[in-house]
């Protein structure tokens, strides 16, 4: 008996309660253009909705296997998943990013236009659903950093480390299992980042390609995305703990973080944010500003829980 040829990509979704919008990202797979033989690895990562379930009963076009494991977050999803995957590449998706069909083929290609070199790795671009309802809110921070960075890529053939987003990019398994994710980050933030880096340290690269493309169905409000910034700040010490050197880049100096500015104007921050929510106003200025609050609450916090564990050590 002849065994299957390894596929060229291993598409590795973490998953955890999104049953929502999972089989959309699936079925996007199963319509994928362009010849591109991959494989999909999900790891149920201890998903209570059904998950493990509508996984079962699937029977896709394409190969699929399944991995579950009690909840332990997305970074150690993604090392079951790439530990387990076959492919010369891995291509991380998230469980509520839907690949357009030409997904595939632009990663693909985008790699052998590079010679298929091992230390390049691949960034598309992750927009908005369409489904979701657009303001300039959401549009500002899916393009000026404060979630991805698209607009402020300077130079697509170097990318900074700091882009590295699961939600869409492919790199060499054969790196990643060399250098995985720290399971140590309590939140989904950070942690991506943060292998980004010590990807670079090994002389790898990132390429921005944006004809890959990812619809991004995470429903985001400012309340939402304020509680956000706050865990990103929490588990922004935990970054610092493993590489003290990018203090200032996570805004953290060898005393800790900054106060925290004025509770009271930061009521009258928040009142104005809430007022003009529904607006068309383009506020980049007031965002930031309200948002660095919360991500300051966070650093203290996890300044607070995290540094004094060292302490103790």
């Known amino acids: 008996m002849s065994s299957s040829p390894e596929p060229e ?66 970074a150690a999803a993604r090392n079951a998943g790439v530990a387990a995957a076959r492919g010369e590449w891995v291509a991380f998706l998230g469980d509520d990013t839907v690949p357009d069909p030409g997904w595939i083929r632009a990663h693909r290609e985008a790699h052998r236009r590079r010679e298929d070199s091992p230390l390049r790795g691949v960034l598309g671009y992750t927009g908005w659903h369409p489904r979701l309802r657009l303001n300039p809110f959401l549009r500002y921070i899916n393009e000026y950093g404060l979630q991805f960075g698209y607009a402020i890529i300077e130079d697509p053939e170097h990318v900074p480390f700091n882009f590295f987003y699961t939600s869409n990019i492919s790199l060499s398994r054969r790196l990643l299992l060399e250098v995985p994710f720290h399971v140590d980050f309590p939140y989904p933030a950070w942690e991506d980042i943060e292998v980004g880096y010590r990807l670079q340290q090994k002389g790898f690269w990132i390429v921005y390609e944006p004809a890959a493309r990812v619809a991004h169905d995470h429903p985001t409000s400012f309340p939402r995305f304020r509680e956000r910034q706050e865990k990103a700040g929490y588990s922004a010490v935990v ?75």
Do not use: C
């Open 9 to 74: 990509f291993s598409i590795v979704i973490p998953t955890h309660d999104r049953l929502d919008v999972l089989p959309e990202v699936l079925a996007a797979l199963g319509a994928q253009e362009g010849g591109v033989s991959f494989e999909v690895v999900v790891v149920d990562d201890g998903s209570s909705d059904g998950t493990a379930e509508f996984l079962e009963q699937l029977r896709p076009a394409f190969p699929l296997r399944v991995l579950r494991q009690a909840n332990q977050g997305p």
């Open 239 to 313: 970054f610092y703990r493993l590489h003290p050197e990018l203090g200032p880049f996570l805004g953290l100096g060898p005393g800790g973080p900054p106060p925290l500015p004025s509770a009271l104007r930061q009521r009258g921050l928040e009142i104005l944010v809430r007022g003009l929510q529904n607006t068309q106003l383009n506020l980049p200025r007031l965002w930031e500003e309200t948002l660095r609050f919360h991500y300051i609450r966070g650093l203290q916090r996890g300044w607070r829980e995290r540094m004094g564990e060292t302490k103790e050590a």
